[in-house]
Structure formats: structure tokens, C-alpha cells
């Protein structure tokens, strides 16, 4: 059943595409989920089991991420 709203959902325009994001996964064993912003990419999540990870602030949401192939 569709959802019951005024607005139309044919309406073009109306829905504005996902931002691209991406799982980087390093040498270390820890993995960060970035956002595409313009060329780069911000760090939206981090997914480490070494603590000192969280503790870097290079590595807080938010911050932009540069991945290491």
C-alpha cells in the first residue's frame, strides 16, 4: 500500500539521491565507512578493535579521510 501524503511521489525532483559512501578497509584491520564530499571523503564511522583508534583525532566522525590502498 503507498503511503498517504500530499505531496506526489511522481513529482520530479522531489527525492534528492543518496551521497555516495564507501567502506575503507586498511592494513591495521580497522575499517571506516566515509561519505563522498566534492573530491574527498569524510569519515562518518570507525570500526576498530584497537582502542587507541578512538583516541586519535584524526580518526573522529566528521574529519576528513584520506585511504591508504
Not at 543518496?18 to 574527498?40: I, N
Not at 576498530?48 to 566522525?61: E, F
Amino acid at each position: 500500500m503507498p503511503p498517504l501524503t500530499v505531496i506526489d511521489l511522481n513529482e520530479a525532483g522531489f527525492w534528492q539521491p543518496a551521497p555516495e559512501t564507501r567502506l575503507f578497509r586498511e592494513q591495521s584491520g580497522r575499517m571506516a565507512e566515509c561519505v563522498r564530499e566534492g573530491d574527498g571523503w569524510r569519515l562518518r564511522r570507525l570500526i576498530s578493535t584497537d582502542p587507541r583508534d578512538y583516541l586519535d583525532p584524526a580518526l573522529q566522525p566528521g574529519q576528513n579521510y584520506h585511504p591508504q590502498y
